[in-house]
């Protein structure tokens, strides 16, 4: 069932989307009118979808059967935020009170509702892909074109021995086989492997003649980089942290270990890794990737979630 639009668990997920990823449009005098986003629309209407393709341990019930995360969203000093206001607008709407526990567990399901959206774009985002080569060798192409005059370096490295490579005109021979025009590498040879009989055979061959061969391309990010992306996302919009500080209240800073720890990025036992003696993790983890820039962006996610 799809979530609606004044859903609990979208309260976090509407207040992200709509801060960064607005849909816009310029109507007939020329002023931009700012609409709900669409990525956003297309989580809440895939919701169920999302949550049934997870993995098995990221569960509603795992995350309320989770007693130290739990404990943290209810001890956290959240301020008046939009779960406040949430909670005002019912009591003005309804005419009755709404205490203390209520406002908790309506804080509870917003959290749900936001592990959910990052856990699934980021991973999403982030994921393996399968490519064909010529693909990628276009996507290298692009990538060398934008980058060549603008501090591209490489490393080549064989054994123990390796070479950085940084002056344009050797990096512009060493690639040139990437600007060259589609039709040459259509042309250009290559050994293809196949069984026969239960026999492997080795054929020379081109692409043209037997299509592009489809190949394994790893996340361009590693697994302790979407944790990054993701603790700095939590901190930033919904514990209103100063991420430039990378030292956090103690509370908040054992929520974002257990976070860690249910999506499995951090390993081990809960009492040794979501402890107070352990947020040192928590301080190098944000302070290793404090010089990177990679986050969401509404392309990446709209690729992601049109294809639902």
């Not at 109507?27 to 999302?50: M, Q, R, V």
């Not at 501090?151 to 490295?157: A, D, E, G, P, R």
């Amino acid at each position: 069932m799809p979530l609606s639009y004044d859903s609990l668990e979208a309260i976090y997920v509407k207040q992200y989307c709509n801060k960064y990823f607005p849909d816009v449009e310029i109507d007939e005098a020329g002023e931009p009118c700012i609409y709900p986003s669409c990525e956003l629309e297309i989580f809440l209407a895939k919701y169920d979808t999302i949550v049934a393709s997870l993995p098995e341990k990221f569960s509603k019930r795992a995350f309320y059967k989770f007693t130290l995360l739990q404990r943290c969203i209810e001890h956290i000093d959240w301020g008046e935020d939009n779960i406040e206001t949430y909670a005002n607008q019912i009591e003005l709407k309804y005419h009755r009170t709404i205490s203390k526990e209520q406002r908790i567990s309506f804080r509870k399901e917003a959290v749900w509702g936001f592990l959910v959206f990052l856990y699934f774009s980021v991973n999403g985002i982030y994921a393996d892909r399968k490519m064909t080569v010529t693909d990628i060798i276009k996507e290298t192409n692009l990538f060398i074109t934008a980058n060549l005059d603008n501090n591209l370096k490489i490393k080549l490295t064989a054994g123990r021995k390796s070479k950085e490579i940084t002056h344009p005109l050797i990096l512009k021979a060493l690639f040139a086989v990437f600007h060259c025009q589609e039709e040459y590498y259509m042309d250009m040879p290559y050994d293809k492997t196949f069984t026969l009989f239960g026999k492997s055979h080795t054929l020379l061959t081109s692409f043209r003649e037997s299509g592009t061969p489809i190949v394994e391309v790893p996340s361009s990010i590693t697994e302790r980089h979407k944790s990054y992306i993701i603790i700095k996302t939590i901190l930033n919009e919904i514990l209103h942290c100063d991420t430039s500080k990378r030292y956090y209240p103690q509370t908040e800073s054992i929520f974002c270990l257990c976070i860690l720890h249910f999506y499995d990025y951090l390993l081990g036992q809960t009492d040794k890794v979501c402890d107070r003696n352990n947020i040192i993790t928590l301080t190098k983890l944000m302070k290793d990737f404090e010089k990177t820039n990679v986050q969401l962006t509404k392309t990446d996610l709209f690729s992601l979630y049109y294809q639902l």
